[in-house]
């Protein structure tokens, strides 16, 4: 089975620019989660999905940031204007309901870049 | 609120030596917890898990038990490979409401 898709997984961009991630969640699984990691600041949790809502957004950063679930088998984190404090390694996974029992599947990340 | 707290890194270690991170938790109890292990380049994956009190999980020489008396759930390894090296978290199960963070986990470095 596919695990977590992301694209793409190395995106080099100039400050200003709109950048946006993708994510293809396992499918079956109906939660989705966006994170970032840093050195600084290690691995935060930017904003979780359930049924495709947004339930919790309280981790984005800025107004800058934003995330959408058109579907069950797609997200998008988008970045407009990007900086270069926004440069880090961005994941997306997501689990499977079953009463807080499951694991989060992980994809490989995307590693962002803002010059 | 309810928390996991994990030991900071790094842990470097001989090959062949024994591990422990430890790994404690303020919740009056979760349903499961999880050992998620990071090598490098990659994303997280699940390592282990304990899906009740008392229970042990294990997978590639890795053991953690769930001890709701001393309320931690430290993860050993009785002797380490060089291929080890990664970075570990301790995490329970997401919950809504509770927008936990993993934190920067414990590195570990094995030298040959």
């Known amino acids: 089975d596919a695990g977590v898709i992301q694209s793409p997984r190395h995106e080099v961009t100039e400050m200003g620019q709109e950048v946006t991630l993708r994510c293809k969640p396992i499918?079956?699984?109906?939660?989705l989660f966006w994170y970032r990691q840093t050195m600084m600041r290690g691995l935060e949790l930017l904003i979780y999905?359930?049924?495709?809502?947004?339930?919790?957004d309280s981790g984005m950063p800025e107004d800058r940031f934003s995330a959408k679930m058109p579907n069950a088998s797609f997200s998008t984190l988008k970045i407009q204007p990007s900086e270069p404090r926004d440069s880090a390694v961005y994941f997306c996974?997501?689990?499977?309901?079953?009463?807080?029992?499951?694991?989060?599947?992980f994809g490989p990340g995307t590693r962002l870049t803002v010059l | 609120g309810d928390s996991v707290t994990q030991m900071e890194g790094p842990v470097t270690l001989s090959e062949e030596a024994f591990l422990t991170i430890n790994c404690t938790y303020t919740?009056?109890?979760?349903?499961?917890l999880f050992w998620y292990v990071q090598y490098p380049g990659e994303g997280l994956q699940l390592l282990l898990k304990?899906?009740?009190?008392?229970d042990k999980g294990s997978n590639k020489g890795f053991e953690a038990t769930y001890r709701k008396e001393t309320t931690s759930f430290h993860l050993e390894k009785g002797s380490v490979q060089v291929s080890d090296s990664a970075v570990y978290f301790c995490?329970?199960?997401?919950?809504?409401?509770?927008?936990?963070?993993f934190g920067g986990g414990t590195r570990l470095m094995v030298k040959p």
């Open positions: 996974a997501s689990s499977a309901p079953s009463g807080g029992l499951d694991e989060q599947f």
């Open positions: 499918s079956g699984h109906n939660s």
């Open positions: 999905f359930n049924n495709n809502v947004p339930i919790d």
């Open positions: 919740a009056t109890g979760y349903p499961s």
């Open positions: 304990a899906t009740k009190a008392d």
């Open positions: 995490a329970p199960p997401f919950t809504a409401g509770n927008m936990l963070t």
